[in-house]
């Protein structure tokens, strides 16, 4: 059917009314830019929202070039390059977030849409449609913040730090300069914790921090890692006079008080030290080689810094060996439990024994002894699984000497990550339940270190197997910290006096008054009492006559295998 004048008249009322109604509608758009340009990037178009995004009002952007209103000076000639590039190849601007920028200077954030109309006259048209994302980008801001930030000093997170330190060492690599790492912990902290609570451990952490920054200042990079450790990036320091002044001046943070309500308390720090790129080159391994050096500093005393080194290299090298080797030796089932017997002073029999551990993989010479491969293990998730193994033998040669009638405690060495890990008395309990053995069967050894240290959820679980009968005993007793201050909170049988202490107490006053006074506080409070190290008739008399319960030492046997023990067990009987 033709369309008459009329017609023809009406339908272009009606195109002319839609687009003046789509005018309205994309000017009135909240939130949404719409801009036109012409082929020179002249503005032609300019909607309200424009208006309120960009500052510029429709008269003063009408006219001017796209790349002198909203556009960074760095983005400046690649977007003239995207745009000639469109109009002369037919290649379109991608969709994209990108950071614009507003009249005032000031950055906004948008999602940016392009279209052109007429691509193919003389006078093309490129429409910008921008969706403002302030708000959106403010509130990722702050999740990123909180995602890179320790909550309760205020620094950049472990997580942030790892980030830190990878763009460090890439410009340090590029511009052939060093980069220090400084890893500090602060010494017993935990101590503050048990003692004054956790609140005033969170504010000795705030103070500490506060100091750091005043220390280092704001030039370096300061984090913290985790718990009561801090991580300190420096650049371009390579002479050991400012590495050594640095790290003493770190030290020397905590040599005034840290005010925490009415008292007023002293800690220490350990600090390790190590360079880029002499020390290592990835991220993982200058904060290990850092964290390595930190212990180092600990071992030598506390209080101090200790800057990694070749030898501490090899050592590192050599554990990480040993501890390869200690996994093979854990699937392979390369370890023996050998007994020395614990006696009766009073009787002379033997009325326990220490399970002792023994590595025998099948290379003998990739044995060590157990003072060098348990801290190994200690420092690994390894001493869990020993640990398992450990308890499992035991439990085992438990039942089968009971099968015999011989009914004496084996007593298991625990370390601290075995206490600390969940459900470790349900792991005892249940391997007591699956070689049927009463609670008195297995005894607990642990040190009065690893006491301090342990919380309250621990030592309740230590309260209730001694409520049940299993022995718990301090071992090295005296050698630890603040041992007569804790000694009461501690859910315990027995009091295993270090050797130390017994080498000279028989004949020198000072040594014999402290072993006496040992085993007066610990009848005093109904604990038993274990010398260990007996290795003369002279020290086997001189504990008899203090009226200590029980001993062991070479004086009445070695550490023994079971067979061997058992030989003995059978003629006691």
Request: aromatic content about 8%.
């Amino acid at each position: 059917m033709a369309l008459n004048k009329n017609h023809l008249n009406t339908l272009g009322t009606d195109c002319a009314s839609a687009e003046a109604r789509f005018l309205m509608l994309i000017s009135a758009l909240p939130k949404v830019s719409v801009q036109g340009y012409d082929k020179e990037r002249r503005v032609i178009y300019w909607n309200a929202s424009s208006e309120d995004i960009y500052g510029y009002t429709q008269e003063e952007a009408l006219g001017k070039c796209l790349e002198d209103l909203i556009i960074p000076a760095l983005m400046r000639d690649e977007v003239v390059s995207a745009h000639e590039k469109w109009l002369s190849e037919g290649v379109s601007i991608p969709s994209g977030e990108l950071a614009l920028q507003r009249k005032s200077g000031d950055t906004v954030y948008v999602f940016s849409s392009h279209v052109m109309l007429s691509e193919h006259t003389d006078s093309p048209e490129m429409y910008c449609v921008d969706i403002d994302l302030s708000e959106q980008h403010t509130i990722r801001c702050e999740l990123e913040k909180l995602a890179t930030t320790d909550l309760l000093t205020g620094l950049p997170n472990r997580r942030y730090l790892e980030m830190a330190l990878k763009e460090r060492v890439e410009k340090a690599e590029r511009d052939s300069t060093s980069l220090a790492v400084f890893f500090i912990d602060l010494d017993m902290f935990k101590d503050i914790n048990d003692t004054l609570g956790h609140t005033w451990g969170d504010k000795l952490l705030r103070s500490f921090a506060d100091r750091l920054i005043k220390c280092v200042g704001e030039t370096s990079f300061l984090a913290r890692f985790g718990g009561d450790e801090f991580v300190v990036l420096i650049d371009d320091i390579d002479d050991n006079k400012s590495l050594e002044d640095l790290a003493e001046e770190i030290v020397d943070c905590c040599k005034e008080s840290f005010s925490l309500g009415t008292e007023n308390v002293f800690v220490t720090s350990s600090v390790g030290v190590c360079l880029f790129p002499n020390d290592g080159t990835e991220v993982d391994t200058l904060l290990k080689n850092a964290d390595a050096a930190m212990y180092e500093a600990k071992e030598q005393g506390r209080n101090r810094y200790s800057i990694f080194s070749d030898d501490l290299s090899v050592l590192l090298h050599q554990q990480r060996n040993i501890a390869s080797r200690l996994r093979v030796s854990l699937e392979n089932d390369e370890f023996t439990l050998l007994y020395q017997p614990q006696v009766d002073l009073r009787s002379g029999n033997i009325i326990s024994c220490e399970a002792l551990l023994r590595w025998t993989p099948e290379i003998t010479e990739h044995s060590v002894p157990p003072d060098i491969f348990i801290p190994i293990a200690e420092r690994t998730d390894l001493i869990i699984s020993i640990g398992s193994w450990v308890m499992e033998k035991a439990c085992e040669q438990a039942r089968a000497w009971r099968n015999i009638g011989i009914e004496i405690c084996i007593h298991i060495n625990v370390s601290g990550r075995e206490l600390e890990q969940d459900g470790f008395f349900e792991r005892l309990a249940r391997c007591r339940e699956k070689y049927a053995l009463p609670p008195e069967a297995i005894g607990l050894e642990l040190t009065e270190n690893m006491l301090i240290k342990s919380d309250e959820q621990v030592l309740l679980g230590l309260q209730k197997q001694r409520a049940m009968g299993v022995e718990v005993s301090i071992d090295d007793f005296g050698t630890g910290y603040s041992s007569l201050s804790y000694l009461k909170r501690f859910p315990v049988s027995h009091l295993k006096i270090d050797r130390s202490f017994l080498e000279n107490a028989p004949e020198s006053d000072y040594d014999g008054a402290l072993m006496e006074a040992i085993v007066h506080l610990g009848h005093k409070l109904n604990l038993k009492i274990v010398v260990e190290g007996i290795e003369t008739q002279t020290q086997l008399t001189y504990c008899q006559r203090l009226g200590a319960e029980c001993a062991q030492g070479y004086l009445f046997a070695k550490p023994l295998a079971a067979s061997v023990i058992q030989k003995r067990l059978e003629c006691q009987q």
